[in-house]
């Protein structure tokens, strides 16, 4: 395969790096509002210990770490899936405390990373993670991460299915994109799910809304849906994020049966109010009749499945 073909993005859903008309204006809302005070604010929520209960045969143990990323039990298996223990993205403060103790996390079976933004592929935090089938990450990310330790680094494409004593995992589509920077827009993205002791997680990623929900839905039966809610008011305006509505949609879309949002209320990465996706999920999930689907964890709170 030439270079010029190793550069090229390898996903039909593809939310482009173009900013829409008005960038300028919400990017300054963006400063102004959320940036700047957020440097001053001292971060709320607490840090709590792992629960480590034994689970009963079938149950599935979902713990927020924060932001989008998750401690799973499930089956006889444990997995992390973007995890992101950093205090500061850049010049963005983090909002509230990490729900688990990073050294305290035992060693897990597989870590996975849905796509390679800072927010979500955090070097230090996957550096101090031990995981004893090492890493998976989209096609053409494992240059990113071979230097952390891993004991190994599994790149998936799209629908690719690995087993892992026992556990699969599929790479499901999303619409978003995956470039680190600005050149390497040929880094694939997507979410995950994981299929152990008869039970499914599926973990969306980032992704805007889009008909591939309902594809997934089709081809694999999903129990627990870690759906993104947040940073839908984009200062790019780009269509990269869900809004708790479409949120609420693509779960119903996917036939899934417990919704538990993420990436909201921990990086200043949108214009809405913090309070606000929560809200509009539950008005949203009342309104459509599945809101006895729906459970909202605090950081670090375990809930069973």
């Known amino acids: 395969m030439s270079r010029r073909m190793e550069k090229k993005r390898t996903s039909e859903h593809y939310s482009g790096l173009i900013p829409a008309k008005g960038w300028p204006a919400r990017n300054l809302k963006m400063l102004r509002q959320h940036v700047v005070p957020g440097m001053f604010r001292k971060r709320s929520g607490e840090t709590k210990t792992l629960e480590s209960s034994p689970l009963e045969s079938g149950q599935v143990r979902v713990t927020w770490i924060g932001h989008a990323g998750f401690y799973v039990e499930i089956g006889d298996h444990s997995v992390v899936i973007d995890p992101n223990w950093a205090k500061w993205l850049g010049f963005l403060k983090r909002i509230r405390e990490p729900g688990l103790h990073l050294h305290e996390l035992p060693e897990v079976d597989l870590v996975l990373v849905s796509h390679a933004h800072h927010d979500h592929m955090h070097k230090k935090s996957l550096k101090i993670l031990q995981s004893s089938n090492g890493v ?24 690719d299915m690995m087993e892992f004593d026992g556990m699969e995992v599929i790479h499901t589509p999303a619409m978003h994109w995956g470039a680190r920077f600005i050149h390497d827009t040929h880094r694939d ?42 940073a839908y008011d984009a200062p790019s305006g780009r269509p990269v994020h869900m809004n708790p ?18 990436h909201y209320g921990t990086f200043p990465l949108g214009n809405e109010p913090l309070h606000e996706p929560v809200e509009r999920l539950l008005a949203e999930a009342d309104r459509l009749g599945v809101a006895h689907c729906v459970m909202v964890p605090q950081e670090g709170e375990a809930v069973i499945c």
């Open 136 to 159: 998976v990450v989209p096609t053409g990310s494992a240059s990113l991460v071979k230097s952390l330790g891993f004991s190994a680094v599994h790149e998936m494409q799209v629908w």
């Open 189 to 230: 993205y997507g979410g995950y799910i994981v299929r152990a002791g008869g039970r499914s997680v599926y973990h969306c990623g980032d992704s805007a809304y889009f008909l591939g929900f309902a594809e997934i839905g089709a081809r694999h039966n999903i129990d627990v849906a870690l759906m993104p809610i947040g």
């Open 245 to 262: 509505e479409e949120a609420v949609r693509a779960f119903i879309e996917l036939g899934a049966k417990v919704l538990i949002p993420m």
